[in-house]
């Protein structure tokens, strides 16, 4: 690449449009001290900044997830404790957070201010650069781990965030699956180490080792720095070399990541992983057929592999997927992905397979493979995957996500291996290559390259062993017994003393000077006004079109909400079924491969799925309806129109196997959605006896569904024939034009031609009308622990608010912005150990506190009940509260896409929230003052004294606390 200007001590040594994504990218390197600079110039204003580091682990201990954690904890220039928190607090961030990968760490911020902005990326540049953590070694040991001693008679604990972050991720299977799947593939390299840390060896840490790592990865020279959006850069560029990067020289040993030698034949190894005590583990073995193929940098390897796994695996059309599913050997099957890394590597994992069963299942997945190869594969299925990656591609991320840091994800894994990163932003010439699977063997060959004849594979068997959880606490319970029983009285006595150090350094504050020197917008940087969200109103007869005149580039996103006003209690988990069935089942015009395709290769989406919303104006009543929801191009308006109507009107269930195999696998991927979300399960059983909404949510969604679903299971071979009768019902009940909304979001003239082409459509719903179902809800009162084979716990507690005659107000925002950030931040996170805590109060009236994996269980449940105590005592500067108000307008005003803002007109419109309803909570946020945080505490404290709670937690620990439970219940059956 020549070199051809030099700016702010930087060396630009590309240029190049990037007319995909509409931008042009500037590729620099800092001459002084060998930075990498990359700036992509548009006009998105939702500006994103990103430093990342090669981080390369070195043992299991963690280091590159703790030092993650302890950089953001203060620095030279901004010396506040947590600040972190101090920005998440008093900033507009659109984005702000630090994650740790295989192989590299990034800490990205993004905003739509430029003042804030620019104050967001000195202090991160100032926080990675020159952290305290050379004078403060209590950073370490709140971040990563440190022993925990009080009294000579009280027990040794090791505490820690990420540790207990840990114990929480290996407690879960598909966590273990993926980080052993990798271990396995990369015996002799780096990445046989967890660079998030095992928590039997996180205490293996020394502060020696932190720092060394330190001060090998946080080189300047080995750092990438990535700019997006219409920021100023000049002002950026000026800014990272004065104060930051001209203060080092490079440095002449890169950081390497060594090549693993591929294998001469397949690795077969088995791991356990933990599941309840008492469980049936007949169908609960779990397979993973794992390969490692190519090396980067090499964009076409890499989503040449991607295409073929969602041609294999991802679409109800896929081969391998469906001939995994319809053998009966697995309930449920998923791809892997490690494709970003040094050698990309990828798996086939099936889950719920009995032991016996795993040579025949491999054996098929071979055939199937070797079949593929030899008879190819379907062209029109590789057609749609490839239509709706390209629509994906074209239209950017959706949802609350800045689309500048999804392109530096996509740069990040190509060049920290060597490549250029302007590659990685442009993908016609990717598309074009992919493409060649339409006219040639392209991914036939492909399969046999990187599955059939690679070497490089392992099969690993996870092998489920109950109470394995309770086992792995009890050895570390009794390994700090061990531990402290060979303790002299002076190391005890020392162990003490460095306890009650740390605590001292903990209950420090930042001192206002310290604060002062973090940059801050005031609220005179505010807009005052909230935003509107366009909304226009047509009658169609019985039926409402509302419209949405927005800029989509050429898309229509089209839904249409069908009442369910008169569904009784008892269907709603038919109604949910119904919705996860869609597109799985053949049609009246389709089977369901072809109808797939057809969905894949003219649409970017298609879904129906289960709408509960209470209704703003009086939230006792439960607003139901079935949404049925789509998006493509203006041109493919009629194909989409079509195929929603084939897709949610005509399904058929006379395929009794095919339904069989997927309310198993509906189960399946259920089961392990509980793991992932059990502060959500926590909080919705917390309320589900008391609460109508929450206990249809429980009903459709959490863990009553997952009961239905495993009811289902056990009668789905005497009883297939009414199962499949009562879907054919709500298909015939709950699809009818009374009271429908049509919603249609994008610009003029296609919405216009949209609604001219709505017919096909409306013609095909029944002219129906039943009268509402009068529900009757009965709320009880109990608190409940739900065990699980995990080392942690998340714990709920709250209670309705407006029953005990409070009201809602925008103040209630920043009172959640102090908990989090403040109280519920030090006491359970820092001080506690948890991973994770935080509040909610929602509009209708729920207030929650959650904890996230939390090594505590009573004490949590204590911090709860003090927070009235804290807000009495709680003070803070008229310049404090004003960071508080601005922090959480960054929430009430983060950016939505076109998509985003329909969707939020829609919902404003069926619970009867009005602009003005949204005016009023933003003059509530910003006229929010000291002594209206006081008052709260009163509502808290009446609430808490209810003392309604949920934990969903380790065995062990919930049956030692049983006597605060009315009962005890599993997570899973």
Not at 403 to 416: E, R, T
Request: aromatic share 12%; proline share 5%.
């Amino acid at each position: 690449m020549k070199k051809q200007v030099e700016k702010n001590g930087f060396e630009l040594l590309e240029t190049r449009e990037i007319k995909e994504i509409s931008a042009t990218a500037y590729y620099y390197e800092h001459k002084k001290s060998g930075a990498h600079f990359l700036n992509v110039k548009c006009e998105d204003n939702n500006k994103v900044f990103c430093v990342t580091f090669k981080t390369v682990p070195q043992d299991n201990t963690g280091c590159p997830h703790i030092m993650e954690h302890s950089v953001l904890n203060g620095s030279k220039n901004f010396p506040a404790k947590s600040t972190f928190m101090e920005l998440i607090k008093g900033s507009l961030h659109t984005f702000i957070n630090a994650m740790t990968d295989s192989d590299m760490t990034l800490y990205p911020v993004a905003s739509t201010n430029n003042k804030d902005f620019y104050n967001l990326a000195r202090v991160y540049m100032d926080s990675v650069f020159f952290p305290k953590i050379y004078e403060q070694p209590h950073i370490l040991s709140q971040e990563g781990w440190h022993y925990d001693i009080k009294d000579p008679e009280d027990e040794l604990k090791i505490i820690g965030v990420v540790y207990n972050e840990m114990k929480g991720a290996y407690s879960s299977p598909d966590n273990l699956i993926e980080l052993n799947n990798q271990i396995a593939q990369f015996p002799d390299s780096p990445y046989k180490y967890d660079s998030g840390g095992n928590p039997k060896e996180i205490p293996q840490l020394t502060y020696e080792d932190f720092i060394n790592f330190h001060k090998k990865h946080y080189h300047p020279s080995n750092s990438y720095i990535f700019l997006y959006g219409d920021a100023d850069e000049n002002e950026i560029m000026e800014m990272m070399d004065k104060e930051y990067l001209s203060q080092f020289k490079k440095d002449v040993e890169p950081v390497e990541l060594p090549f693993q030698k591929p294998f001469t034949r397949t690795k077969k190894l088995e791991v356990e992983y933990p599941v309840e005590e008492g469980k049936d583990i007949s169908e609960q073995y779990h397979l993973s057929l794992n390969y490692t193929y190519g090396k980067n940098p090499d964009l076409i390897t890499v989503f040449a592999i991607n295409a073929l796994m969602d041609i294999l695996m991802s679409t109800p059309a896929s081969p391998l997927k469906r001939a995994i599913l319809e053998s009966g050997l697995a309930h449920d099957v998923r791809v892997s992905f490690n494709i970003c890394i040094l050698q990309p590597t990828f798996g086939i994992i099936c889950k719920e397979v009995k032991k016996e069963n795993i040579p025949a299942l491999v054996q098929l997945i071979t055939d199937e493979l070797n079949r593929l190869v030899k008879e190819g594969i379907d062209k029109k299925l590789i057609e749609a995957v490839l239509n709706r990656r390209e629509f994906f591609l074209r239209e950017g991320p959706s949802g609350n996500f800045p689309k500048g840091l999804y392109y530096a994800f996509n740069v990040y894994h190509h060049w920290i291996h060597g490549g250029n990163p302007i590659d990685a932003l442009a993908f016609e010439d990717i598309l074009k290559e992919l493409r060649r699977g339409l006219t040639e063997p392209y991914y036939e060959e492909l399969i046999k390259k990187s599955m059939l004849k690679n070497h490089h594979s392992s099969q690993i068997t996870y092998v489920p062993v109950p109470g394995l959880a309770n086992k792995w606490e009890q050895e570390i319970k009794e390994k700090l017994a061990e531990e402290k029983k060979k303790l002299s009285e002076a190391m005890l006595n020392k162990l003490i003393e460095e306890t009650r150090e740390f605590q001292q350094w903990q209950q420090q504050q930042p001192t206002p000077e310290e604060l002062a020197r973090i940059p801050f917008l005031t609220l005179e940087d505010i807009n005052p006004e909230a935003e509107a969200y366009p909304l226009e109103l047509e009658k169609l007869g019985t039926k409402t079109i509302l419209t949405h005149p927005l800029k989509t580039n050429g898309i229509v996103y089209l839904k249409a909400y069908f009442d369910l006003d008169h569904s009784p209690e008892e269907d709603l988990p038919w109604l949910a079924l119904y919705a996860s069935l869609m597109g799985m089942v053949d049609s009246k015009n389709y089977n369901y491969v072809d109808l797939s395709n057809e969905i894949y290769s003219h649409t970017g989406d298609l879904n129906l799925i289960l709408n509960l919303r209470p209704s703003y104006q009086d939230p006792d009543i439960i607003l139901l309806k079935f949404l049925l929801s789509g998006k493509a191009l203006q041109n493919k308006t009629d194909k989409l129109i079509e195929l929603a109507k084939e897709f949610a009107l005509y399904p058929l269930f006379d395929d009794y196997d095919r339904l069989k195999l997927l309310i198993r696998e509906a189960k399946a991927k259920l089961q392990t959605r509980l793991f992932y979300f059990a502060e959500s399960i926590a909080i919705n059983r917390l309320f589900a006896p008391s609460s109508q909404i929450h206990h249809f949510l429980d009903l459709t969604s959490g863990l009553d569904y997952y009961r239905f679903l495993c009811d289902l299971d056990k009668k789905l071979d005497q009883d297939i024939e009414n199962i499949a009768h009562k879907l054919e019902q709500v298909r015939e009940t709950y699809f009818c034009q009374n009271n429908l909304l049509i919603s249609i979001t994008s610009d003029e003239e296609a919405i216009k031609e949209t609604i001219n082409g709505l017919n096909p459509l409306l013609d095909a719903i029944p002219d129906k009308v039943y009268p509402p179902f009068e529900r009757y809800f009965h709320p009880t009162d109990f608190n409940e622990g739900i065990i699980a084979p995990i080392q942690v716990q998340y714990c709920a507690k709250g209670g309705n608010f407006f029953r005990k005659g409070y009201s809602y107000s925008g103040k209630l925002r920043v009172l959640t912005n102090i908990l989090n950030s403040e109280y519920l931040y030090r006491e359970l996170r820092e001080k506690g150990g948890a991973y994770g805590t935080w509040a909610g109060f929602t509009l209708n009236g729920y207030m929650y506190f959650v904890s996230y994996r939390d090594p505590n269980l009573e004490r949590t449940l204590e911090v709860y009940d003090q927070t009235p105590e804290y807000l009495r005592n709680f003070e803070c500067s008229k310049r404090d509260m004003e960071r508080y108000i601005i922090g959480d307008i960054s929430n009430l005003d983060y950016p939505k896409t076109p998509e985003g803002k329909g969707a939020q007109s829609d919902d404003d419109y069926i619970t009867g929230f009005t602009q003005e309803d949204r005016q009023q909570i933003r003059d509530e946020v910003l006229s929010t003052r000291l002594e209206d945080i006081h008052q709260y505490a009163d509502m808290i404290e009446e609430v808490m004294s209810m003392n309604h709670y949920c934990v969903v937690g380790n065995e062990a620990k919930l049956k030692a606390a049983s006597k605060l439970f009315d009962r005890l219940t599993p997570l899973l059956s």
